[in-house]
């Protein structure tokens, strides 16, 4: 069991560069987020899709788009890379709902822009 | 608007030796709230849960935590640290209008003296 899966572990891109973040789970979760992780700033949400079909913007959107290709995926992309934008990025999935919210969460995405 | 803050940034602790990680939350109703962990290059996995009901949550890893709702607590705790506990530690409220957003703390690093 796979869990939740995200491609590439790591990149490096120069400003102005495109890019696209891929995740997907084979749990048949119903919600995805894609979270920024800063030094001394934790986790922040960029986008989050609580169920197939709908995008919501986050704490964090600017600079990103997001796609629910369908239940198991969701991607990230990068039109035009910012140094601001170095992070290490990571997707979450869960069951949905307000009584069960256990993230699963993918191993993340360092990802340098220059 | 929900919150969570956690004071400490770094902790080191002796193996064998008692944690006590601090978490203080805001938010306008009974919050539901949740500790993540973070190994070293990893995404956080759930380690307890508090939903409603008794106020001493336990969780993996023998860890427990307390929900106190006078000192707007929720504070980690284990009795006797191993060195493969160290890692950061998250917090974390449902966010936003709804609770199928999570908001974490910025994290406390802890570290194990041998």
């Known amino acids: 069991n796979a869990g939740v899966t995200q491609t590439p572990k790591f990149q490096v891109l120069k400003t102005g560069q495109s890019m696209t973040l891929q995740c997907a789970q084979d749990m048949n979760h119903n919600s995805m987020y894609w979270y920024r992780q800063d030094p001394g700033m934790g986790l922040r949400l960029i986008y989050y899709s609580a169920s197939e079909g709908t995008t919501d913007k986050g704490e964090v959107p600017n600079g990103y788009n997001v796609s629910r290709l369908n239940k198991r995926e969701f991607s990230l992309r990068l039109e035009s890379a910012a140094p601001s934008q170095t992070s290490v990025y990571f997707c979450a999935s869960s069951e949905g709902g307000e009584t069960n919210e256990k993230l699963f969460f993918g191993s993340g995405t360092q990802l340098s822009v220059l | 608007a929900q919150s969570v803050t956690q004071p400490d940034i770094h902790i080191t602790v002796s193996e064998g030796a008692s944690l006590e990680l601090r978490c203080n939350y805001s938010y306008g109703a009974t919050p539901y709230l949740f500790w993540y962990v973070q190994s070293p290059g990893q995404g956080l996995q759930l380690l307890l849960k508090?939903?409603?009901?008794?106020?001493l949550v336990q969780g993996i890893k023998g860890f427990e935590a307390e929900f106190k709702r006078s000192q707007s607590s929720f504070n980690l705790r284990k009795p006797s640290v191993h060195w493969s506990d160290a890692a950061e530690y998250f917090c974390?409220?449902?966010?936003?209008?709804?609770?199928?957003?999570?908001?974490f703390g910025s994290g406390t690093r802890l570290s194990i003296r041998p």
């Open positions: 974390a409220v449902p966010g936003y209008s709804s609770a199928s957003k999570i908001i």
């Open positions: 508090y939903f409603s009901g008794d106020t």
